[in-house]
């Protein structure tokens, strides 16, 4: 079941919505626990000095940040007066189309839901008219003493907030190295085309599942029970890449045949 994890008023030009940020998000990966190999006992991990190897309190840690030219320790007090105000606001700075955003600035998900009845009419009015004009806002906000940036968009008929990565953590497409690679084929470019209509379809949620996961699990509770769970043959090596137009065509050809049988 999602989860409301922080009630906040959404702030627009002086327009306040009362709202609860939800989790979008349930992440179910396997988590491993390390045991001790005798008794299977769960191990602990401790701080320790690296060159006496003597375990180190907590009480005798310091926060310290490596410079160029050295190591500099923050004590907490100076931490806490850099500290953002603690606000319930999610201020809306600006609205701006939803292709200004790549991918890469976006971290988690969350929905927002309307908390106070009377501001349910609001709340709705302003998810229709951000689908309907394709826009989203950019929100600010602090949770939990730490500042946060986020993309408002609409989902269907309801909000979500997606918060956002800092400018110095998006690395520009014009950073990647420069590679004189030549430029495709009318050909390869016909075949690409061919591939991507023959693939094109439905959205099936059902292939995003984790199989490895599932796998795991499912091993667990085999050997739980005491079954038999015979070790997977090794994978051979794969074979060496084809080239764009081989592969293409291979895969065309492929396609091809499944839609005739």
């Known amino acids: 079941m999602p989860r409301s994890i922080f009630n906040a008023r959404l702030v627009i030009n002086g327009l306040g919505i ?3 940020l939800v989790t ?5 990966q396997v988590s491993f626990r390390l045991l001790h190999a005798s008794d299977r006992v769960p191990v602990r991990q401790r701080m320790v000095h690296p ?3 003597e375990e180190v309190a907590h009480e005798s840690a310091q926060k310290g940040i490596a410079l160029p030219h050295g190591m500099v320790v923050l004590r907490d007090e100076e931490l806490v007066e ?3 105000t603690a606000s319930r606001d999610l201020e809306v700075l600006r609205f701006v189309a939803t292709t200004q955003l790549d991918h890469p600035w976006y971290v988690r998900p969350y929905y927002l839901s309307p908390h106070d009845p009377d501001d349910a009419q609001a709340y709705f009015a302003l998810a229709r008219a951000l689908a309907a004009e394709s ?3 950019i929100v600010r906000w602090t949770m939990r003493k730490k500042p946060y940036r986020g993309a ?3 989902v269907g008929d309801h909000l979500a907030l997606i918060t956002l990565r800092s400018a110095a953590e998006v690395v520009a497409t014009d950073a990647l190295p420069e590679l004189s690679w030549p430029a495709p084929s009318i050909q390869e470019l016909a075949m690409a085309r061919q591939l991507v209509e023959m693939l094109e379809g439905e959205l099936d949620l059902e292939q995003f599942h984790d199989r490895y996961a599932e796998q795991v699990i499912a091993l667990a509770e ?3 029970e005491g079954k038999t769970t015979p070790l997977p043959t090794a994978k051979p090596e794969p074979a060496p890449p084809p080239s764009l137009a081989d592969a293409l065509a291979a895969s065309i050809t492929r396609l091809q045949e ?3 049988a």
């Open 18 to 20: 009362s709202v609860k």
């Open 24 to 28: 979008a998000v349930e992440p179910r």
């Open 51 to 53: 060159v006496t190897g």
């Open 82 to 84: 850099l500290e953002p």
């Open 135 to 137: 826009k989203q806002g």
């Open 152 to 154: 408002l968009r609409a």
């Open 222 to 224: 085999a050997k739980a």
């Open 258 to 260: 499944q839609d005739v």
